[in-house]
């Protein structure tokens, strides 16, 4: 099947740990995305990249860290420095240009610090 | 920056027609977009504008006035199932990434009641 895998769902987090989410995509598509939800709030950018071995902090970049080496996968490090880490964390890609404008999401994964 | 707007709770009947309306400020628009959320789960891409005018797509229709900053999301024939988020989201071509850049409004929760 092609899409967007994140995993884990669930995560746990001891406090002054650092934890990295996965996302892959079979999908082909050249810009891949991580936002952030905090219950009853929208969707902020954490860091998006458009191309393999190029990544652009978004609105919230402090406390995490991203890596593209490869086209599939755009993996996120919660570092010790993200204060408050606990939120839904979403990995999203987009097609080249030409091909559609839609970024479709992976169904995401949950982050707690205990 | 971006800012937008939509409603933060709506209530409707089943059967009945609803309109989710969306304003936004930005300084260079390309492309309006609209996904609905579950509790729980990853939004899911209901429609896209980047014209002014109607599209249509079954029970869901999205309304674009570029001039005035406005969208709406228009469901039709409600269904209990339709109870869920609407996030609005625009791009904008003037932020640093070429566009690729999506920001998000907080989402208007919709109740489908009997």
């Known amino acids: 099947d092609g899409g967007i895998t994140q995993s884990p769902k669930y995560l746990f987090r001891k406090e002054g740990q650092n934890v990295t989410l996965s996302c892959e995509q079979n999908?082909?598509?050249?810009?891949m995305y991580w936002y952030r939800q905090d219950p009853g709030q929208g969707l902020r950018l954490i860091y998006y990249?458009?191309?393999?071995?190029d990544f652009q902090k978004g609105d919230i970049a402090e406390g995490y860290s991203v890596s593209r080496e490869k086209k599939e996968s755009f993996p996120l490090t919660v570092t010790s420095a993200q204060k408050n880490p606990t939120a839904f964390y979403l990995c999203a890609t987009r097609g080249v240009w030409g091909s559609g404008n839609t970024i479709y999401f992976g169904e995401g994964s949950w982050l707690t610090v205990v | 920056g971006q800012n937008i707007d939509q409603p933060t709770e709506m209530t409707a009947t089943e059967g009945a027609i609803v309109q989710i309306n969306c304003t936004y400020q930005?300084?260079?628009?390309?492309?309006l977009f609209w996904y609905q959320q579950h509790a729980g789960e990853a939004p899911t891409f209901l429609s896209y504008?980047?014209?002014?005018g109607l599209e249509e797509k079954g029970r869901f229709s999205s309304f674009l006035s570029r001039s005035k900053g406005y969208s709406y999301l228009l469901l039709k024939e409600l269904q209990m199932k339709d109870s869920a988020s609407y996030l609005c989201?625009?791009?904008?071509?003037?932020?640093?990434?070429?566009?690729?850049?999506?920001?998000f409004g907080t989402g208007t929760q919709l109740k489908v009641e009997l």
């Open positions: 504008n980047v014209l002014d």
């Open positions: 999908l082909n598509h050249d810009a």
């Open positions: 990249s458009q191309i393999v071995n």
């Open positions: 989201a625009v791009r904008d071509q003037s932020l640093t990434g070429g566009g690729n850049k999506l920001t």
């Open positions: 930005t300084s260079g628009f390309n492309g």
